[in-house]
């Protein structure tokens, strides 16, 4: 070896240029070296599929902050009772069509806390309406962690505790209006919300239970279980949807109770829904059922409905999340859309589409507009779901 490098130093200083430098790194050599990764690499190298997912929807800003609307929404409908001023079924004859009223915290300059005026009205004879104006000189604060109706909280336990409640009993607190009977608007929408969101989930749930059984059987087996599903969903998918939402409304008893029109309306939204998510579950397990890992489980002597929910319904369950959290607003547009017409569910359980009923009437709404704002918290919960299932969606894309 010495001669060697003797030999090389002498012909680098025969061409008439210096020996450069042998790089020696001081440190030991360690062969496993090459697989330490920093902390921040590490974390994404060994996340779980639902951690990656997680760390990418963090990045979609608005599917987050929709996220997080309809968790408070949600959240909500788990006391409304507390959070409504009023019983929905309360009524103040004295005070129909009030318009909402406008909620102050300064009196002649004096901060006071919110408050409320008193109202006086009259009628107005030539349009045939009440006019209400407020009092300015009679402020009326609001109350906080209050007193107020009585409820039975979910059907279950006696409470009398809100929020927020009316100044006194002789000044309503009116903050979104009040109805032809008196009822205001704000307690029978945060009612409302209980019903129209609660028949989205439950929908969805009938929805996904038929479609992930169908579309897992035609996708699995294949042959004539396939042609004869697929059969079955052409035909369900080519009657149009209102009119065969109106038949099946029509069926049901008018004798029932309210409660049991709720469930029935469920049941029918979730059957006329299945058929595209069965579709999208064939069409996955036709291709997953070739894979090393299903043939695998197979040759084990594990059974059909085993390798289905056990192995293949993993492999694409991030879809089928994406794929809930834009079915559920389709639910609720079709309860809207029925309680509208007068089919879907009658009072007195009160949901957002029977609040719009009470507005069929153009005279009404060119009256009383305030009437129309039950179809305000519609649009924001349909818009918040389809943010929040395109950030899902882009979310459990593994080639984003």
Not at 337 to 364: C, D, H, K, M, Y
Request: charge should be neutral.
């Amino acid at each position: 070896m010495t001669d060697i490098g003797q030999q090389s130093g002498s012909n680098g200083n025969s061409r008439g240029g210096s020996l450069l430098p042998h790089f020696v790194n001081p440190r030991p050599f360690d062969p496993y070296d090459v697989e330490k990764v920093n902390p921040a690499l590490e974390k994404i190298y060994m996340a779980s599929q639902w951690r990656m997912m997680w760390l990418r929807f963090r990045r979609h800003r608005v599917a987050v902050f929709c996220g997080i609307v309809l968790l408070a929404m949600y959240a909500a409908i788990l006391c409304v009772e507390f959070l409504a001023p009023y019983n929905q079924h309360s009524r103040n004859v004295d005070y129909i069509y009030t318009p909402p009223q406008d909620v102050h915290f300064f009196h002649e300059g004096s901060f006071i806390g919110p408050f409320v005026y008193g109202l006086d009205y009259r009628l107005d004879m030539e349009n045939l309406e009440r006019v209400y104006t407020e009092r300015t000189d009679d402020p009326r604060p609001i109350r906080f962690f209050c007193a107020g109706d009585s409820y039975k909280f979910w059907n279950l336990i006696e409470g009398n505790l809100h929020l927020v409640c009316p100044p006194d009993s002789e000044t309503p607190l009116f903050l979104l209006g009040s109805d032809r009977l008196g009822r205001d608007m704000l307690s029978r929408i945060l009612y409302g919300m209980r019903i129209s969101l609660t028949i989205g989930l439950i929908g969805v749930a009938v929805s996904f239970a038929l479609g992930i059984v169908f579309g897992g059987l035609a996708g699995y087996y294949g042959g004539w279980i396939d042609d004869l599903l697929q059969r079955t969903i052409e035909v369900l998918r080519s009657i149009p949807h209102l009119p065969l939402w109106l038949a099946l409304a029509a069926i049901l008893p008018v004798d029932w109770s309210p409660m049991l029109v709720f469930f029935g309306i469920t049941i029918i939204l979730g059957l006329i829904d299945w058929t595209g998510l069965a579709r999208a579950v064939r069409s996955r397990l036709l291709s997953l059922r070739e894979e090393d890992f299903c043939v695998a489980a197979q040759l084990m002597g594990a059974k059909p409905g085993r390798i289905i929910f056990r192995h293949l319904m993993p492999s694409f369950m991030s879809h089928l999340i994406a794929s809930a959290t834009l079915a559920i607003p389709g639910m609720i547009l079709g309860e809207t859309a029925l309680s509208f017409l007068g089919l879907g569910i009658r009072p007195p359980i009160t949901s957002w589409g029977v609040l719009l009923n009470e507005a069929q009437n153009i005279n009404v709404v060119a009256l009383y507009p305030w009437l129309m704002l039950p179809i305000l918290p519609v649009i924001v919960v349909v818009l918040a779901f389809n943010f929040l299932g395109d950030g899902l969606r882009d979310a459990a894309d593994p080639y984003r």
